[in-house]
T-cell receptor
Framework: GAGVSQSPSNKVTEKGKDVELRCDPI?????LYWYRQSLGQGLEFLIY????????KSGLPSDRFSAERTGGSVSTLTIQRTQQEDSAVYLC?????????????FGPGTRLTVT | TQLLEQSPQFLSIQEGENLTVYCNSS?????LQWYRQEPGEGPVLLVT?????EVKKLKRLTFQFGDARKDSSLHITAAQPGDTGLYLC???????????FGAGTRLFVKA
């Protein structure tokens, strides 16, 4: 079946511009996560959505970052007034349920470069 | 702060050698996962361990969860170039929403 998809795969933007990154989770998965991965590093948690509950935004690094999840499916991560330190790969993952099944299924990521 | 420390950070070995990668924390986890990530792709789940002392095998890979559920190891027997990648461990706490990821071990297996 279809996995998690993300678009665009690559994004180059000028410092100060806004960008939107999109994530299409696996159909039926109720949990959705956004992570940031700098070159050669591990994953930095950004935000988590579970069903209709209020999202866990505790990982967002600044108020320039925001995310939405419409209709419990597609999610958009928005970065306003981008800075060079925002350059990274942004990964989205979905999970069937928080129950005992914590496995996350990742998309290929969006590589963001801020010039 | 809940941290997962992975060691070594980088490992370069010859094909056929054995290796062990470690994942350690001062926190107790309800479950722990190992992922492998190849360049340009997202991490792919290898295994989930949930019981203290649990051992799981996946072909040449052996995963162990510590008795106290604070640490884990990944052992690869007779490594092959196809094992090259970034190995990430990740832990969850009961009732928690945020999965904690380690910084990863970058493995390079030379033919």
């Amino acid at each position: 079946g279809a996995g998690v998809s993300q678009s665009p795969s690559n994004k180059v933007t000028e410092k100060g511009k806004d960008v939107e990154l999109r994530c299409d989770p696996i159909s039926g998965h109720t949990a959705l996560y956004w992570y940031r991965q700098s070159l050669g590093q591990g994953l930095e948690f950004l935000i988590y959505f579970q069903g209709n509950s209020a999202p866990d935004k505790s990982g967002l690094p600044s108020d320039r970052f925001s995310a939405e999840r419409t209709g419990g499916s597609v999610s958009t991560l928005t970065i306003q007034r981008t800075q060079q330190e925002d350059s990274a790969v942004y990964l989205c993952a979905s999970s069937p349920d928080r129950g005992l099944n914590y496995e996350q299924y990742f998309g290929p990521g969006t590589r963001l470069t801020v010039t | 702060t809940q941290l997962l420390e992975q060691s070594p950070q980088f490992l370069s070995i010859q094909e056929g050698e054995n290796l062990t990668v470690y994942c350690n924390s001062s926190s107790v986890f309800s479950s722990l996962q190992w992922y492998r990530q190849e360049p340009g792709e997202g991490p792919v789940l290898l295994v989930t361990v949930v019981t203290g002392g649990e051992v799981k095998k996946l072909k040449r890979l052996t995963f162990q969860f510590g008795d106290a559920r604070k640490d884990s190891s990944l052992h690869i027997t007779a490594a092959q170039p196809g094992d090259t990648g970034l190995y990430l461990c990740a832990g969850d706490h009961t009732g928690g929403f945020k999965t904690i990821f380690g910084a990863g071990t970058r493995l390079f297996v030379k033919a």
